[in-house]
């Protein structure tokens, strides 16, 4: 009986745990706190993907660019960043729930440093958890 | 008079886009997908899914990077991209399809039969899905629905979680598409 109820606490511990860090994943969530592991400008970042430098996703990075639109499609905060290349390749940062009134001050034309985690490209490059960490 | 004529012709330009333009592009699609069982519901979503339609020929691509679903707990996502998906392995899913019948010139809504192939975790399948599409002043808002089998994409579920992911799961996309040169 004692062994079944210290197996039954042992597997209860386990799944708390679990579940602790199923919910509190920082990638997760807010990125504010993480030390973003390079800072790209627009096109340096576009111009790795392109010439397959950049292989590995699921980094956060930080990367300057000018805005060129903010959007609220899919009810979304959704910023696009510019670079000075001629095709219309953005990078597509899905912002932060949680600093709404820090992205709200943001307007087209603004230039910008966001941190975030970086997925991938498919036409555009793909930031997710996106937090503004400075403006000009 | 010159003055006049001009900005007719540049307002009749901006308003008819899409009667110009071969192609139109949607950045930031909606796929979202459900599976729910006695156990549990599990709902992702993913906001920046490509999309191209030729107006022209009818033609649809669709493109997702497949780490970019959000779920509501990372434990999720890890277990979907790692064990699931494989999505360092098969980064992308993709489709691509003809729209049957399309019209690019009626401003009605028109439902339509969209035929493709749909490729996921390596594996490509034949599939029909019906579309709702809206023509907007500056493009179109393509929405619909389709379910699809698990073990149709390979996709291995290790017994003991079974009974936590359903047979069958319930995928819903929306996208808005703008003129678009490339």
């Excluded at chain 1, 042992?10 to 920082?26: A, S």
């Excluded at chain 2, 599939?127 to 389709?146: A, C, L, M, N, P």
Aim: aromatic letters at 8%; charged letters at 25%; proline letters at 2%.
């Amino acid at each position: 009986m004692k062994r079944s109820a210290r197996f039954s606490y042992i597997v209860l511990c386990i799944l708390l745990i679990l579940c602790f860090l199923g919910c509190n994943d920082p990638l997760n969530g807010d990125l504010t706190a993480v030390q973003p592991r390079k800072t790209y400008s627009v096109a340096q970042l576009i111009s790795e993907f392109k010439s397959s430098k950049q292989t590995e996703n699921d980094l956060v990075i930080a990367v300057t660019g000018v805005v060129h639109e903010i959007n609220h499609v899919n009810e979304r905060h959704t910023i696009l960043l510019k670079g000075n290349t001629e095709d219309e390749t953005y990078v597509i940062c899905d912002m932060n729930t949680n600093h709404r009134s820090t992205t709200k001050a943001i307007k087209s034309g603004d230039s910008i440093i966001v941190k975030g985690l970086l997925k991938g490209i498919l036409k555009d490059v793909i930031m997710l958890n996106c937090v503004v960490i400075k403006t000009n | 008079m010159l003055r006049i004529a001009a900005v007719f012709l540049i307002a009749f330009l901006s308003t008819s886009a899409t009667d110009t333009t071969d192609k139109v592009i949607a950045r930031q699609g909606k796929v979202s997908f459900f599976s729910r069982t006695s156990v549990e519901a599990i709902k992702a979503e993913n906001n920046q899914v490509l999309s191209v339609i030729d107006l022209n020929e009818g033609k649809i691509a669709v493109s997702m990077l497949m780490n970019a679903f959000i779920f509501e707990k990372a434990l999720m996502r890890e277990h979907f991209n790692e064990s699931y998906i494989e999505s360092d392995i098969y980064p992308k899913a993709v489709f691509e399809g003809l729209i049957i019948d399309f019209d690019r010139a009626l401003q009605d809504e028109q439902t339509r039969m969209v035929k493709g192939v749909f490729t996921m975790h390596g594996v490509s399948k034949p599939i029909e899905v019906k579309v709702k599409i809206v023509s907007e002043s500056d493009g179109y808002v393509v929405t619909g629905d389709f379910e699809t089998l698990v073990k149709d994409y390979d996709i291995n579920i290790p017994p003991l979680l079974a009974g936590n992911i359903a047979k069958s799961i319930s995928i819903d996309f929306r996208f808005e598409y703008q003129p678009y040169e490339d």
